[in-house]
């Protein structure tokens, strides 16, 4: 869920740069706009998508454009982490951003990469400049630095964040672990299908439930090493 808002950022970045000269390259244009426009418009007002784009360190905050709706997210997260209960143990550790010799006129993250590379240096928010003082300390430190690698995993990053962030790591691992796609469900249910089936309909629940599962398992769970 929380690569959502920075596609959907980039691919308006994308757009605004397109120059066609043909009629119906500005008809095709102005179309997709018209569409992105009506299904994401007020994308960034989604409780669930802003908060893990947020807690994505990725991501965080610089893709957002409607300072209203990320500082109601902000102050959401704020109140979340300090219901929490933890020990605060001080460590220090950096973020990497993407290099600039990845970036190219053709990609698609190129808006991203723009972003995170202003924000190598100590990031501020300037969308969020007169609600500092309402934010906690541990929010205001981890929007206060650069974001991370395109290519590392959230998760695993919090991991490492954890120690200097230990509150909005609970929160992190909690938004974060959400999968945005019914895939895997209905590949599931598709698999109980095949199961259970007309010729099989005398199997019970533990039964079947054991046989879905074996099914579900990897070849290297079957197939011994050599």
């Not at 209960?85 to 990469?113: M, N, P, Q, R």
Request: glycine content about 4%; charged content about 20%.
């Amino acid at each position: 869920m929380s690569l959502v808002i920075p596609i959907i950022s980039c691919i308006n970045d994308n757009l605004s740069t397109m120059l066609p000269t043909s009629r119906i390259g500005v008809e095709f244009k102005n179309a997709i706009t018209d569409e992105m426009k009506k299904r994401f418009e007020f994308i960034e007002n989604n409780y669930l998508m802003s908060v893990s784009t947020i807690l994505d360190p990725r991501f965080k905050n610089i893709h957002f454009k409607d300072a209203l709706a990320l500082s109601k997210h902000l102050r959401f997260i704020n109140s979340s982490i300090n219901s929490l209960s933890s020990t605060v143990e001080d460590h220090l550790s950096t973020d990497s951003s993407d290099s600039a010799a990845e970036y190219g006129t053709t990609d698609l993250w190129g808006h991203h990469k723009n972003l995170a590379r202003k924000s190598i240096k100590t990031y501020v928010d300037k969308t969020n400049l007169g609600n500092q003082k309402h934010l906690g300390p541990e929010i205001t430190m981890y929007l206060s630095t650069s974001v991370s690698q395109l290519k590392t995993d959230p998760l695993i990053t919090w991991e490492e964040l954890k120690p200097m962030y230990p509150l909005i790591h609970k929160l992190a691992t909690k938004y974060l672990s959400g999968v945005s796609t019914s895939v895997p469900s209905e590949r599931l249910f598709s698999c109980a299908s095949n199961t259970i089936s007309k010729t099989r309909n005398r199997l019970c629940g533990k039964s079947a439930s054991k046989l879905i599962f074996l099914n579900n398992l990897d070849d290297q769970f079957w197939l011994l090493p050599e």
